[in-house]
């Protein structure tokens, strides 16, 4: 009896969390795994480590506005499950630049410097 009292207890809280702190609790998780991926050990490890680095000064920010617990405007939430989207594209980015081929970490390294080109002009 005590148990199933407990369990209803959890799943109440469970389907009651605000969504917002759903949603920055999910950017904090990706951070973290973005953080805790292995080191780039080829021609990309300058670029892998300044993405890495960048992503990790966002961690404070979600942490802090998931304490905050202050209701998000439907503008804020859009904005922050785009961010989600891109953390979750830049996660897998760099899990194939550690993992990919040789070919596959010269092709992006190529197109990385031919944009940085195109930026300058």
Same mark, same amino acid.
């Given at each position: 009896?005590?148990?199933?009292?407990?369990?209803?207890? @959890?799943?109440?809280?469970?389907?009651?969390?605000?969504? /917002?702190?759903? @949603?920055?609790?999910?950017?904090?998780?990706?951070?973290?795994?973005?953080?805790?991926?292995? #080191?780039?050990? /080829?021609?990309?490890? +300058?670029?892998?480590?300044?993405?890495?680095?960048?992503?990790? @000064?966002?961690?404070?920010?979600? #942490?802090?506005?998931?304490?905050?617990?202050? #209701?998000?405007?439907?503008? #804020?939430? +859009?904005?922050?499950?785009?961010?989600?989207?891109?953390?979750?594209?830049?996660?897998? @980015?760099?899990?194939?630049?550690?993992?990919?081929?040789?070919?596959? %970490?010269?092709?992006?390294?190529?197109?990385?410097?031919?944009? %940085?080109?195109?930026?300058?002009?």
């Amino acid at each position: 009896m005590h148990n199933s009292i407990v369990f209803g207890f @959890l799943i109440n809280m469970v389907l009651t969390e605000d969504p /917002n702190s759903e @949603l920055l609790s999910g950017l904090v998780d990706s951070v973290k795994e973005i953080s805790m991926s292995p #080191e780039c050990r /080829n021609v990309c490890k +300058k670029m892998h480590g300044n993405l890495v680095r960048r992503i990790k @000064l966002l961690s404070p920010l979600f #942490e802090e506005l998931k304490d905050n617990n202050e #209701e998000l405007s439907e503008e #804020e939430t +859009k904005g922050f499950e785009l961010l989600r989207t891109a953390l979750d594209s830049a996660k897998e @980015l760099l899990k194939l630049v550690v993992e990919g081929s040789k070919v596959y %970490q010269v092709l992006i390294f190529v197109l990385s410097v031919w944009l %940085q080109g195109s930026k300058e002009k």
